[in-house]
């Protein structure tokens, strides 16, 4: 009796388990989806040889079964690919360039930055 418990519990695992996996895998659990349980189940059953299998293990290989092969998985959205590019570098001019230009004549601001 006790085995006989015990394969039931297994049983109800496996129904839980399939039940899981299906609506992780479809996101939701309708008639679609209690057809493909239903004949996982008969399959799983029809395998059930003296216990020599798990039940969780039957049920879910006779599921992967008769699932439609997925082809690879869709590369997953990716930035664009970052393009090298050369800097130039530019002048810097701060408010107190500004300033300098201003009050002084423009000769004297060259030589001070350092342009002829």
């Known amino acids: 009796m006790h085995q006989e418990k015990s ?4 049983w109800n695992e496996a129904h839980r388990r399939a039940e899981t996996y299906l609506r992780a895998l479809r996101g939701g659990y309708g008639p679609a989806e209690r057809e493909l349980f239903a ?6 059953r029809a395998q059930d ?3 020599a299998k798990h039940p ?13 092969a ?3 998985a869709a590369p997953l959205a990716m930035t ?3 393009h090298r590019t050369t800097m130039l570098p530019e ?4 408010p107190v360039h500004d300033w300098l230009r201003r009050l002084a004549p423009k000769r004297i601001f060259n030589l001070a930055a350092g342009v002829r």
């Open 49 to 51: 040889v003296a216990g």
């Open 70 to 72: 997925q082809g690879p």
């Open 7 to 10: 394969s039931a519990q297994q």
């Open 91 to 94: 002048r810097t001019e701060f």
């Open 39 to 44: 004949r996982a189940l008969a399959i799983a």
């Open 56 to 68: 969780v293990a039957l049920m879910m290989e006779s599921l992967f079964a008769i699932l439609p």
């Open 80 to 82: 664009p690919p970052i």
